[in-house]
């Protein structure tokens, strides 16, 4: 059976302007490029840093964002940093910050380091942003220092000592990444290091002698001679950007400085130039002013729908109104039908480009979810095809929610494809269906997440599974796992935004060879249709004293959690981050354990298998497992025995102690 191409790509609409804000200013994008990036509003204030910025400052991402950007300069500079970034912001435009002045930053342990920073702006509906790619240039000042002392104490010394300072100068030189060139005044190339060799591709033989033009582009013949003008007359050229052709006439995105070189007497005899590759920057900054261009043509598009529509209903009230009036059998009625027809085609196309644009009307209801998948099913089968069987669980009489029938479709039926691309021998589609009930403390610990009542969507697969990288980037727009040019990557971003709309939230849990679990969490509104619900107040079960649990879990924010909870209980908790860490602990230490609780797929050592090990030193050992995959889906792979508790993730502190108190009896 033939069906399009998916895997976490399907075709949709692009995004609405504030959600294309956070697409341009997205940790995913942010994390192409090799330079720290801090992105700030116009008021200064830090929105979205990536990895790099935390390494190089020491801060964490949650530590940054929502603090002013002068948090990260020195005291001393603020002024100075406050005054440019706000020439910027009154004529953005993509330039080097600092081309003139000497920037500081500031880590988190105070200490201060020389930096290069690069400004480009992202302009949204919201305002004005201003990404700024910051580089450590220590290593850049260390070289240029120590080639200023180097060159000054080789006037210094005697005839006799030249060829050891000369080696010295060399493994300065060959030690930076970046390219380091030296020329005379006219330009001839005199030295060239490793950097400029792994850079430009040329060897030192073929290169020296030469003129430095040959690294220029042909639509740029006068930006070196007057730099070589400028350092004639003594002045430095701090990174400037430009463009430079390699050996195999590939044209890079570079930054330069360049300084003087002298003799012995002073005088000014050539140029040291250190440059640096930026084209992968370069090429990210370009990608977002695509995204800001086709955010445009979206919001171009839709306004053209209107307006097309108005003037589509004129043309089709008219002919109708000429329809009334002529005879059906007359020769101009075929006309009218005509007109008819093509006004019903071009109403199709306005609505895809209001799709386009985000712009569709939404028309949310109050409905039966299993209902709904009752009839979505009727879909599924034909679409999954013969070899995948679509099971449709519920665990809840009802499962009331306010949505739009249509959007609720395209959840389905998004994640449907991806399943069946992730199942290509065929396998088990499974639609599952739970009331949730979340407190105060569980919303403390899930921030995105409110108190109260929710019905879950359980959307399973037993295919391949991804891996923790690609999962973790599985709702990014523009991210997808198929070669080029058979997706958008827009497929599971455009159900994250129609959870997200729909006032839900949705987590994804999956390990490779273990298939793929997405749980839709959507506000319960069965008090909409007159049904008494029962208060937000579980018991739980009572304090335990004197009973240690074993807690095996690899997420370490989870083990961390869930052990404070248990400890605030009165167990005693023993945790590992993998089968094979808690039964080698246990192996050590001996002594009771009355509990295993446990993840079910591990690194190493699953949780049934550790089970298993542990029940031949502990043969009255009681075990609850976890798991972010529904049982549902733990039962048709076989990972564990029915039969066995269960306790699925994400889970409240209630049901936490409700379920390990029952366990114990």
């Known amino acids: 059976m033939s069906r399009p191409p998916s895997d976490y790509e399907q075709p949709a609409p692009p995004l609405s302007a504030n959600t294309m804000a956070e697409v341009l200013l997205s940790s995913d994008l942010l994390e192409t490029l090799p330079d720290a990036i801090v992105a700030v509003d116009r008021g200064g204030t830090i929105v979205q840093v990536n990895s790099q910025m935390q390494e190089l400052f020491g801060y964490t991402r949650d530590e940054l964002i929502g603090q002013k950007v002068e948090l990260l300069v020195p005291s001393r500079y603020r002024r100075q940093h406050h005054h440019h970034r706000q020439n910027f912001a009154e004529t953005p435009k993509t330039r080097p910050m600092g081309a003139d002045l000497d920037l500081y930053g500031r880590r988190r342990n105070g200490s201060e380091f020389p930096v290069e920073i690069s400004l480009s702006p992202v302009s949204t509906e919201d305002g004005m942003f201003v990404l700024s790619a910051i580089r450590d240039i220590s290593d850049r000042k260390r070289i240029a220092e120590e080639l200023r002392r180097a060159n000054e104490e080789l006037h210094r010394r005697t005839a006799e000592q030249l060829g050891e300072y000369r080696s010295r100068l060399a493994l300065i030189i060959d030690s930076s990444e970046d390219a380091i060139i030296s020329k005379d005044l006219d330009g001839t190339i005199t030295s060239w290091n490793k950097g400029a060799e792994r850079i430009y591709g040329y060897t030192p033989e073929e290169v020296v002698g030469k003129h430095i033009s040959l690294l220029a582009p042909?639509?740029?013949?006068?930006?070196?001679?007057?730099?070589?003008?400028?350092?004639?007359?003594?002045?430095?050229?701090?990174?400037?950007?430009?463009?430079?052709?390699?050996?195999?006439?590939?044209?890079?995105?570079?930054?330069?400085?360049?300084?003087?070189?002298?003799?012995?007497?002073?005088?000014?005899?050539?140029?040291?130039?250190?440059?640096?590759?930026?084209?992968?920057?370069?090429?990210?900054?370009?990608?977002v002013h695509q995204s800001q261009k086709m955010e445009a043509i979206g919001r171009l598009a839709g306004g053209v729908a209107h307006d097309f529509n108005n003037i589509l209903g004129i043309i089709s009230a008219c002919a109708e109104f000429l329809r009334d009036r002529?005879?059906?059998?007359?020769?101009?009625?075929?006309?009218?039908?005509?007109?008819?027809?093509?006004?019903?085609?071009?109403?199709?196309?306005?609505?895809?480009?209001?799709?386009?644009?985000?712009?569709?009307?939404?028309?949310?209801?109050?409905?039966?979810?299993?209902?709904?998948?009752?009839?979505?099913?009727?879909?599924?089968?034909?679409?999954?095809?013969?070899?995948v069987e679509v099971l449709i669980v519920s665990t809840s009489p009802a499962a009331v929610i306010e949505a739009d029938p249509g959007q609720l479709d395209q959840i389905v039926v998004n994640l449907a494809v991806n399943a069946r691309d992730a199942m290509p021998h065929g396998g088990?589609?499974?639609?599952?269906?739970?009331?949730?009930?979340?407190?105060?403390?569980?919303?403390?610990?899930?921030?995105?997440?409110?108190?109260?009542?929710?019905v879950v969507l359980a959307v399973s697969d037993t295919g391949s599974g991804m891996d923790e990288a690609t999962a973790s980037r599985v709702f990014e727009p523009f991210f997808t796992t198929k070669e080029v040019g058979k997706g958008t990557g827009l497929g599971l971003a455009t159900v994250y935004g129609i959870v997200k709309q729909s006032a839900g939230h949705i987590l994804v849990y999956s390990e490779l060879g273990h298939g793929t679990t997405f749980k839709i969490y959507l506000p319960c509104a069965d008090h909409k249709i007159g049904i008494e619900s029962?208060?937000?107040?579980?018991?739980?079960?009572?304090?335990?004293?004197?009973?240690?649990?074993?807690?095996?879990?690899?997420?370490?924010?989870?083990?961390?959690?869930?052990?404070?909870?248990?400890?605030?209980h009165g167990y005693t908790v023993v945790d590992a981050d993998d089968g094979k860490s808690a039964l080698e602990w246990v192996e050590s230490n001996p002594g009771p354990i009355d509990l295993l609780l446990t993840d079910v797929v591990m690194r190493r050592m699953s949780g049934p298998e550790?089970?298993?090990?542990?029940?031949?030193?502990h043969p009255n050992l009681q075990v609850v497992y976890m798991s972010g995959y529904t049982g549902e889906l733990?039962?048709?792979?076989?990972?564990?025995?029915?039969?066995?508790?269960?306790?699925?993730?994400?889970?409240?502190?209630?049901?936490?102690?409700?379920?390990?108190?029952?366990?114990?009896?």
């Not at 006309?335 to 799709?355: C, H, P, V």
């Not at 018991?539 to 248990?566: F, H």
């Not at 550790?610 to 030193?617: T, Y």
């Open 610 to 617: 550790l089970a298993e090990r542990l029940s031949a030193s």
């Open 428 to 454: 088990k589609f499974i639609l599952e269906t739970r009331a949730a009930r979340f407190d105060e403390a569980f919303a403390e610990q899930h921030q995105a997440m409110a108190a109260g009542r929710y």
């Open 218 to 287: 042909k639509d740029r013949p006068d930006e070196i001679p007057e730099i070589l003008q400028k350092i004639a007359r003594g002045e430095r050229i701090e990174h400037y950007e430009s463009v430079r052709v390699t050996k195999d006439d590939r044209h890079l995105n570079v930054s330069i400085s360049v300084s003087p070189l002298r003799d012995a007497k002073g005088d000014i005899v050539g140029a040291s130039a250190i440059t640096r590759d930026i084209t992968t920057q370069k090429r990210a900054e370009g990608a």
């Open 534 to 568: 029962q208060p937000d107040v579980e018991t739980v079960a009572p304090k335990r004293q004197g009973t240690t649990i074993l807690l095996v879990e690899d997420d370490e924010t989870m083990r961390s959690l869930t052990r404070q909870l248990l400890q605030e």
């Open 326 to 387: 002529i005879d059906p059998a007359a020769e101009p009625s075929q006309y009218i039908e005509n007109i008819k027809k093509a006004t019903e085609r071009g109403s199709s196309l306005t609505r895809q480009l209001l799709t386009f644009s985000r712009s569709s009307a939404i028309h949310p209801c109050v409905l039966d979810l299993n209902e709904r998948l009752k009839d979505i099913s009727k879909l599924l089968r034909p679409l999954m095809g013969d070899d």
């Open 634 to 665: 733990i039962a048709e792979r076989e990972v564990l025995k029915r039969g066995i508790t269960l306790l699925e993730k994400p889970f409240t502190r209630s049901a936490l102690l409700n379920t390990i108190h029952t366990t114990l009896g």
